[in-house]
Structure formats: C-alpha cells, structure tokens
C-alpha cells in the first residue's frame, strides 16, 4: 500500500503520518508549510516525523508543495503511484474566512480540484478528504446527521468544504473514484492548532492574559480527540465505497450515493458547553482564567453535535474519548514542549 497524505506538517496531518510510518507503511506527505499560524510548529513536527521514520528505517518525508501546482504534485504524485490519497491540506479557520476568502479558493477548491484530477488519472483505490462539521451551517436540529440538508452554510470556509463534497460526488460518479468526505468535529490533542479554542486559552491562561469567550459563553462543541479521528481515518482508508445498486432515487439519501462516495461525521456525539470546556482547563492548570465576554462571531455557530451511527456501522468504531483526559493530555504536551522551546 502506498500512501500520499496532503497537509502532512498540519495537526491532523502529522498524526496521521506518525500512526502509518509506525505501522511501516510507503507514505510521503505534502505541505507547503504556509504561515496560517506558527510556521515553527509545523516544522517541530516535520522533524518528529523524519525521527519516527528513520528509527524504523521508512523513508518518509514531507515534499513542499503547493496544492495548486498541479504540474509538480503531478510529477511527484506520479513518480509514487500512490493507491490510496488522504487530502488533509486545506485553509482551515471560519473566523479567518471572513477576512481571507481568497485564500480558501486557492487551496480548498484549486488545491482540491488538483488532487481529484491526480486520483483519477492514478486510479487510486480510496481518495479520504477532510470536510467539516462547518457544512451544517445554520442547522439547529441536533445531533447533527448526514442525511440532513446542508445547503445553508454561513462561511466561506463552510462553503469550501460542502463544494469539496460535491466535487468529489461528480468524479465518483464520472469516473468511479472511490471517495470518502470525513466531515471532522472540533479535533482537539496534542501538536493541537494555536488558532483554536483549547491552544489560545492554554496559552493565555498560562500568561496571565485574558481570554475571549464568544456568544457570552453560550457555546457547545462537540469535541474530538484527535486518536479517535486518527483510528477513524485509518479504518475508513480500508473500508472505500462501493458502487449501489439500490439507491433510491425517488428519495435520495445526501449522505450516500449509486455512486461510490460517501460522507461520514467523525465527532465525539458527547458536546460540552463552553463554561465547562474553560472550567476543565482552569483546573489542569490549577489557574483561573480572565474571561472576556464577547458578541457571537460573523460565521460562527452555537452548537455543533455529531450523530455517528453512520460511521460505527461501517468501521465498527466511533470517537469516545473523555474530555478531561483530552484536555490533560493536550496540556501535558504544552507544558513539556513550550518548556523545551523557552
Ligand atoms: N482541526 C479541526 O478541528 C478540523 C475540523 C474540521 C475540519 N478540519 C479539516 O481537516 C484538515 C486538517 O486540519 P488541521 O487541523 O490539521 O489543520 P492544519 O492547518 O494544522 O493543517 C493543514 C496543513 O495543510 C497545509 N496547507 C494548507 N494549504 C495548503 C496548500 N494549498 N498546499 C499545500 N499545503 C497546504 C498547511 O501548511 C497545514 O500544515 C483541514 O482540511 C481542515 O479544514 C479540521
């Protein structure tokens, strides 16, 4: 089995690629590195990658490449004749859509339109794409599922990843790529992302420094630790589509097809209310935090919730880590590797 893992040097990304190196597997990784936030922890775990791989002689490594180069992911992608392709790369962020839209349709529809251009002249056995529970938009009705409607998205961030969906559905039927769109709930771990909740508030509360909290803290999310997306993932890469015989087109269910893609919420279907999430971190960290209450955020939701029946019946697992042990886990990296970077 070879494997091309996109966004290789991002949060997902590197366990991921950690999790295939250490079961020996012929993977290469893309990144281009970008400066969405702290370039040097990309590269932290570009190098925890290259040491995990060369203790157990696999010759992994992460090529800086653009999703949008298509001549060079081309080239690269050919050279490697990869079977199955997990596109984890993309702009991530609602808030940073408001401000940045170019952004998301450079790497998230350009970049993507690439990658199932590539899947498909390969012919390769399972293309895994990162979506987001952000297509639910301005659904209330939760938990959510993916037989619900989700034609309502309140970013462009959002828009960028229900477009991926669609985009993937036209070539499955078109050209019989098996596809998968891993709608992911608010992943949360260790080499976790500094421009989410649980790194900035860490951060702050550490520092003395106060904290945002949006929508006056009415919030839930439905958090997911970042191994159980990873078993996740490593089990869907195993189990792609298959062409139906029996879809009913008189009721057409959104979330599969006749043809051979599928979407999958990957969620914790256990969400936590904000006051509570920020109660945890003050008592791992044994610190108070200085709470600034502030309005609801331009493409923000109030409530994300996943229903994964869906996912259990087709790889026979679904997310179930606890919360606090989450949140120790996460804090316990924090404190080690910002000790070792001071
Ligand atoms: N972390 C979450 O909670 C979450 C939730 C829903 C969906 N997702 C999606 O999962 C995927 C991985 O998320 P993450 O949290 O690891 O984000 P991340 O930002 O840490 O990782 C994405 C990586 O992709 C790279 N990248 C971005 N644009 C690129 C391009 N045009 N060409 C090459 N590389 C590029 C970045 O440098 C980064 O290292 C993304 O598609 C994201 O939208 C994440």
């Known amino acids: 089995m070879r494997i091309i893992v996109t966004g290789a040097a991002g949060f997902i990304g590197y366990h991921l690629c950690k999790n295939l190196i250490k079961k020996n597997l012929e993977v290469i990784g893309i990144d281009n590195f970008n400066d969405y936030y702290d370039q040097s922890l990309k590269e932290s775990r570009n190098k925890e990658l290259v040491a995990t791989a060369s203790a157990s002689n696999n010759n992994f ?3 800086r490449i653009d999703l949008e180069n298509f001549n060079e992911l081309k080239r690269l992608a050919y050279s490697f004749k990869p079977n199955i392709i997990i596109n984890l ?8 859509s408001i401000t ?5 349709i450079q790497s998230n529809i350009v970049g993507f339109a690439n990658i199932l251009e590539i899947s498909r002249g390969l012919k390769v056995q399972n293309l895994l794409y990162a979506s987001s529970s952000s297509v639910y938009g301005g659904n209330k009705n939760i938990p959510f599922k993916e037989t619900d409607n989700v034609d ?6 959002a828009a960028s990843k229900k477009s991926n969906e669609l985009m993937a559905h036209t070539y499955s039927h078109l050209y019989g790529l098996p596809a998968i769109g891993m709608r992911f709930f608010t992943v949360y771990g260790p080499w976790g992302r500094p421009d989410m909740a649980l790194f900035k508030f860490t951060k702050a509360i550490i520092e003395n420094k106060p904290i945002e ?43 599969s097809s006749w043809a051979p893609h599928h979407v999958f919420n990957i969620g914790n279907c256990d969400p ?9 971190i003050e008592e791992e960290l044994n610190l108070k935090a200085n709470k600034v209450m502030l309005p609801m955020q331009p493409g923000d939701v109030a409530s994300t919730a996943s229903d994964t029946k869906k996912l259990l019946d087709w790889i026979d697992y679904k997310p179930q ?7 120790k886990k996460f804090i316990e990296w924090y404190k080690n590797y910002y000790k070792h970077r001071n």
């Open 61 to 63: 490594s992460i090529h």
């Open 321 to 327: 880590t606890n919360i606090k042990l989450g949140i």
């Open 272 to 280: 936590i209310d904000l006051e509570d999430f920020i109660r945890i």
């Open 152 to 157: 309502h998205p309140i970013s462009l961030y």
């Open 100 to 104: 940045n839209p170019s952004a998301y």
């Open 89 to 96: 790369a993309a702009q991530a962020g609602v808030r940073y």
């Open 213 to 255: 909290v949006f929508n006056d803290g009415k919030m839930t999310r439905d958090f997911t630790y970042i191994d159980d997306v990873i078993e996740s993932i490593i089990r869907l890469m195993s189990n792609p589509p298959q062409k139906s015989t029996n879809f009913n087109y008189q009721v057409p269910d959104p979330s």
